[in-house]
Each structure stands twice: as C-alpha cells, then as structure tokens.
Nanobody, 118 residues
Framework: QVQLVESGGGLVQPGGSLRLSCAAS????????MGWYRQAPGKQREAVSA???????SYADSVKGRFTISRDNAKNTVYLQMNSLKPEDTAVYYC????????????WGQGTQVTVSS
C-alpha cells in the first residue's frame, strides 16, 4: 500500500531554516505530482507548494521566495526547503499525492510539526 512519511520538522527561531522530507513507498513515485500542505491550530488546511512529475513547481503567495520544493525520484522523496521562517509558518506540514496545486490526492503522511518561535 502507499505510504508517505514526513520528517524534518522541529523548533526553529524566526529567520531560521528547515528542510522537510517526504519518503514515498508503494507507488510509482516518478509518475506522481506531489504537494505539501499545512494546518495551523484553529485554521483550515492550506496548500503550500506542489511539484509535477516533470519538476514544475507552484507556491502559495505566502511562501514564495522563501520555500523551495524539489524531488529526488531515485530516492522516492519530495523535499520542502524552508528559509526565512516566520512565526506564522508554524503548523503541521503534510505531504500528499497532489495532482496539482490546491488539489488533493488520496494519500497523506502523518505530518511533521514545524514551530517557529523565539
């Protein structure tokens, strides 16, 4: 069965960086578009970024210029490099087999907590 496992979250000070990873198994990863979503306490889940099977990328306006999505098909892994982190980036981050930015697929990871605080 398909499994998505996120890692790399943690506590970081404002202005800091983190790199999230999402390791996929049970799927032909290179054929899938993938995406990152996040959900902060008391807020709706929102799309953060997406990458097509061909490597085209999309970003939410709130993270453009700070976050970078990438993929390594040899490792069945999608990454989210997060720089210049802000307190408002605090959320649980999930990866998903998103068919396009803002669209959700059926598979989700368990999430990884990102907390930006001094």
């Amino acid at each position: 069965q398909v499994q998505l496992v996120e890692s790399g979250g943690g506590l970081v000070q404002p202005g800091g960086s983190l790199r999230l990873s999402c390791a996929a198994s049970g799927m032909s990863f290179s054929r899938y578009a993938m995406g990152w979503y996040r959900q902060a306490p008391g807020k709706q889940r929102e799309a953060v970024s997406a990458i097509t099977s061909g490597g085209s990328t999309s970003y939410a306006d709130s993270v453009k210029g700070r976050f970078t999505i990438s993929r390594d098909n040899a490792k069945n892994t999608v990454y989210l490099q997060m720089n210049s982190l802000k307190p408002e980036d605090t959320a649980v981050y999930y990866c998903n087999d998103s068919p396009g930015f803002g669209r959700v697929g059926p598979y989700w990871g368990q999430g990884t907590q990102v907390t930006v605080s001094s």
